[in-house]
């Protein structure tokens, strides 16, 4: 039997592993309509990862209509686009996807003890330098805010508390 992947296990398994072993040099989470999104500092590739714990979770995801406008091209589209999920779900997505319109989506596969690997290969999408750079300021965006937030949560600082901003005293000029 598997032990059960939470899904911050899932994510952050496959951020290091892109981070770390790939090559790739800036990673986050919940990024514009993205679950992760991976890319270097020049922006190319962009890769986009779905994550998914759950087999019903995983089918309710082509329900979006993101996955509709990358069929069409339409619309911010990764370069590459994986779905990342623990290694009790491969076989089945994998012979989901291999069934699908969408030949272009990749697969990854996470062990209980972390081991990130490619269970089926991504095909490039026909994207754009618009869209790649769109996708690249939300992650910036995005990198910021997930590291004012551990911080905060670090330091329990809040709105709340009464720690509205800190950089009150702080001059640039």
Not at 113 to 138: E, L
Request: hydrophobic share 35%.
């Amino acid at each position: 039997s598997y032990q059960k992947t939470t899904a911050d296990q899932l994510k952050v398994a496959i951020m290091k592993s892109f981070i770390e072993d790939k090559g790739f040099e800036i990673a986050a989470t919940e990024v514009h309509y993205c679950d992760i999104l991976i890319t270097n500092l020049k922006a190319t590739p962009i890769v986009e990862i779905e994550t998914k714990i759950k087999w019903y979770d995983f089918l309710a995801d082509f329900d979006k209509i993101k996955h509709q406008k990358y069929l069409k091209g339409e619309g911010m589209i990764p370069d590459f686009f994986f779905f990342g999920v623990p290694e009790y779900l491969v076989d089945r997505c994998q012979e989901y996807l291999q069934k699908s319109d969408y030949s272009y989506y990749g697969l990854i596969s996470v062990s209980s003890s972390g081991y990130v690997h490619t269970a089926m290969k991504a095909k490039r999408f026909p994207t754009n330098s618009i869209s790649r750079q769109s996708f690249f300021q939300y992650l910036l965006k995005r990198c910021t805010r997930q590291l004012i937030n551990l911080y905060e949560e670090k330091n329990e600082f809040s709105s709340e508390s009464g720690c509205k901003n800190l950089s009150l005293g702080i001059s640039l000029i």
